[in-house]
């Protein structure tokens, strides 16, 4: 963009603004708000909460002395103004995109990044940390962290302001409360953030004030009402926080950049030994009508028209795996009353919000709490329903405990639809889904099933319902199936049994998940090469098609394993059996293709497979080398 600002183009660095007037940090602002929607435009990406927190983000790095000050921002989506402020306004069309800018903080990014995130509520925590270091080496620095309301719902923000308060270590909270997360909002927490009202002396009061309020004229009532607001702050809004060993303040407007610089430099200048907690009140989309009108306040688009707001929309006649797997359940559903879903602040993400419609009180969104949804579900469980955890990989990480513990170890059966497996493109390695095969098939009582193509992920919901005796998971990638006819919902599989997609001689792959067409498309390639070989649709991971792998073991002089996995997957079971049963002793050459030992950038997703290995010219080399491979190991003397 050409389009030339009167003071964005003069700021690079937060020391640009140190001497702008307050009312030319308005203008500013104004200029970054403009500069981030014509940015996330064109590359797409998360609008609504960076639009929030644009007047926010010009106080804070006005007032504090970055990066020596740490400013700390929960999850991430409210970075590009951020970014554009802190040296890398030049590259902010460069976001999600391969060799561009992280949609989230990044510590190997940005000094001005002291903490990296994508994941939320992790903010209080690290930065107690920082401020604790602060404090052991005698550091003046401050330490700032930014949550916002939906992310306060986690238990482990709570954790945090717990043993904030009892430390009392000095550090600023600054509280986003936008009322708006990415779904309705949900949770006590919030509830009590937008409305703490039931206590009997505020009640009894603004009665009284609504009364007076009635009796004068309209320009004294609107006064009246902000000092309700006040009022209500000062007699209820910072009791949580105070119990907590907060100092409060608050709530104010978050777009005031008056008000904001003010306080902010009173939190910072203030003699309080212990943590600050600023309750400020923002508009998610402010500035963009179309966002702020928007139900998600444009949370996360793909490029869109600047001037209509109308998004992009890749054109496919093929439905979504999300949605596939929510036709599939509502479909169940209507048949069996004890289904039930369940969805960690993710309702649309999963598709639970399609169920949610159809069966209101059969679905639960507990908010950012993925360790309380594992568990909940496991509740459930007890109790004879059959409950569906509509959960993210990467967020199931989060849950790992309650996953062995409470579901696990008692063998209940809870559901796992794992969504977004594998590598997911422009959120990068913080979203993919890498390891949660290895992390649950290494569980005892557990059923673990990855979907080669949409058709496989319907049977493999069919077979969900019927397994009433231990956990059980299937794992779909993001984004469009191949195009495949879907079966009804009464074709089931057969526990622990593949499938035979084409026979061989010489060389087997067993295929674990979403690569299958990129098998089939080297199977070609080597058969013009002269090399014919068998495909196989594993299913499972956990329990094994032992006898179908004894068998290719037995007639094939290779077998190849590939998996949208890290190690320790599919792969792992595979090597273990053949081990187990001197398979590998009979010159039988054994390859497991997996995704590498690092963390893979954000890119185009087909791009990322490639930079993995596990693409169609991948798989066709790995199977060349090893035919050709003749390594013989000497034993020394």
Do not use: C
């Given at each position: 963009?050409?389009?030339?600002?009167?003071?964005?183009?003069?700021?690079?660095?937060?020391?640009?603004?140190?001497?702008?007037?307050?009312?030319?940090?308005?203008?500013?602002?104004?200029?970054?708000?403009?500069?981030?929607?014509?940015?996330?435009?064109?590359?797409?990406?998360?609008?609504?909460?960076?639009?929030?927190?644009?007047?926010?983000?010009?106080?804070?790095?006005?007032?504090?002395?970055?990066?020596?000050?740490?400013?700390?921002?929960?999850?991430?989506?409210?970075?590009?103004?951020?970014?554009?402020?802190?040296?890398?306004?030049?590259?902010?069309r460069s976001l999600r995109k391969g060799g561009g800018l992280s949609g989230f903080t990044k510590r190997s990014e940005s000094e001005y990044d002291p903490f990296g995130a994508a994941h939320s509520s992790t903010s209080i925590s690290s930065a107690l940390g920082i401020a604790t270091a602060n404090k052991l080496s005698n550091k003046s620095d401050d330490v700032i962290a930014v949550i916002g309301d939906g992310a306060m719902s986690a238990g482990m923000a709570y954790e945090a302001m717990n043993n904030a308060g009892a430390s009392k270590t000095k550090m600023i909270v600054i509280l986003n409360d936008n009322d708006m997360s990415i779904a309705k909002p949900v949770g006590a927490m919030r509830a009590y953030l937008a409305k703490i009202l039931s206590g009997k002396l505020y009640f009894s009061f603004r009665e009284t004030v609504k009364l007076i309020i009635s009796a004068f004229s309209k320009r004294f009532s609107k006064k009246a009402g902000k000092a309700?607001?006040?009022?209500?702050?000062?007699?209820?809004?910072?009791?949580?926080?105070?119990?907590?060993?907060?100092?409060?303040?608050?709530?104010?407007?978050?777009?005031?950049?008056?008000?904001?610089?003010?306080?902010?430099?009173?939190?910072?200048?203030?003699?309080?030994?212990?943590?600050?907690?600023?309750?400020?009140?923002?508009?998610?989309?402010?500035g963009y009508e179309f966002a702020e009108k928007s139900e998600d306040k444009f949370?996360?688009?793909?490029?869109?028209?600047?001037?209509?707001?109308?998004?992009?929309?890749?054109?496919?006649?093929?439905?979504?795996?999300?949605?596939?797997?929510?036709?599939?359940?509502?479909?169940?559903?209507?048949?069996?009353?004890?289904i039930v879903g369940i969805t960690a602040a993710m309702p649309s993400g999963t598709g639970m919000d399609i169920f949610g419609k159809k069966f209101p009180s059969r679905m639960f969104d507990v908010g950012i709490a993925e360790q309380h949804a594992v568990t909940f579900a496991a509740g459930l469980a007890t109790e004879g329903y059959k409950p569906y955890a509509a959960i993210y990989s990467t967020f199931l990480q989060r849950a790992y405990d309650q996953v062995v513990h409470d579901v696990a170890i008692q063998s209940l059966p809870v559901r796992f639809a794992i969504d977004r497996a594998g590598l997911v493109?422009?959120?990068?390695?913080?979203?993919?889904?890498?390891?949660?095969?290895?992390?649950?098939?290494?569980?005892p009582n557990f059923v673990v099933m990855a979907a080669s193509d949409e058709a496989e992920l319907v049977r493999m919901i069919n077979t969900s319902v019927d397994i009433n005796d231990k956990p059980s998971a299937f794992r779909y990638p993001r984004g469009n199936g191949i195009g495949v006819e879907l079966p009804n919902i009464s074709e089931k599989l057969e526990i622990g049994k593949g499938r035979i997609i084409r026979e061989g001689k010489k060389v087997a792959i067993l295929n674990f998940g979403g690569r299958l067409n990129e098998c089939l498309i080297a199977c070609e390639n080597l058969k013009k090469k002269g090399i014919n070989?068998?495909?196989?649709?594993?299913?499972?991971?956990?329990?094994?098609?032992?006898?179908?792998?004894?068998?290719?073991a037995r007639d094939h002089e290779t077998i190849i394993s590939i998996e949208e996995g890290s190690i320790g997957g599919f792969g792992s079971h595979v090597s273990q059996y053949l081990f187990d049963n001197n398979l590998i002793d009979n010159n039988l050459k054994f390859r497991s293709m997996i995704l590498p030992d690092r963390f893979i950038d954000h890119d185009k997703p087909e791009q990322m497979y490639k930079y993995a290995g596990l693409d169609a010219s991948s798989i066709e080399t790995k199977i060349l080398d090893t035919l050709n491979s003749k390594v013989v190991i000497k034993k020394s003397n």
């Open positions: 963009m050409n389009k030339k600002f009167k003071y964005l183009d003069n700021v690079n660095f937060p020391s640009d603004i140190k001497n702008l007037s307050l009312s030319e940090l308005k203008e500013l602002a104004a200029e970054v708000r403009q500069e981030m929607i014509d940015a996330v435009s064109e590359t797409g990406g998360h609008l609504g909460a960076g639009l929030g927190v644009v007047e926010l983000t010009v106080a804070l790095h006005y007032v504090f002395n970055t990066p020596n000050d740490k400013l700390i921002w929960d999850v991430g989506h409210q970075t590009y103004p951020h970014k554009i402020l802190t040296g890398r306004k030049d590259k902010i309700e607001d006040f009022l209500r702050s000062a007699v209820t809004g910072g009791t949580l926080f105070s119990s907590m060993g907060f100092y409060y303040m608050g709530p104010i407007d978050g777009h005031d950049i008056d008000d904001l610089a003010s306080v902010l430099k009173n939190a910072r200048d203030i003699n309080y030994d212990g943590p600050i907690m600023i309750h400020i009140k923002t508009k998610k989309g402010k949370h996360g688009v793909t490029k869109f028209n600047v001037n209509t707001g109308v998004q992009e929309k890749k054109k496919s006649n093929v439905p979504a795996y999300t949605k596939i797997f929510a036709n599939t359940l509502v479909k169940h559903a209507e048949k069996d009353s004890k493109g422009a959120d990068g390695p913080t979203h993919a889904g890498s390891f949660d095969i290895t992390y649950l098939s290494t569980l070989l068998t495909l196989f649709d594993a299913r499972f991971a956990k329990p094994l098609d032992q006898n179908t792998i004894w068998q290719l």
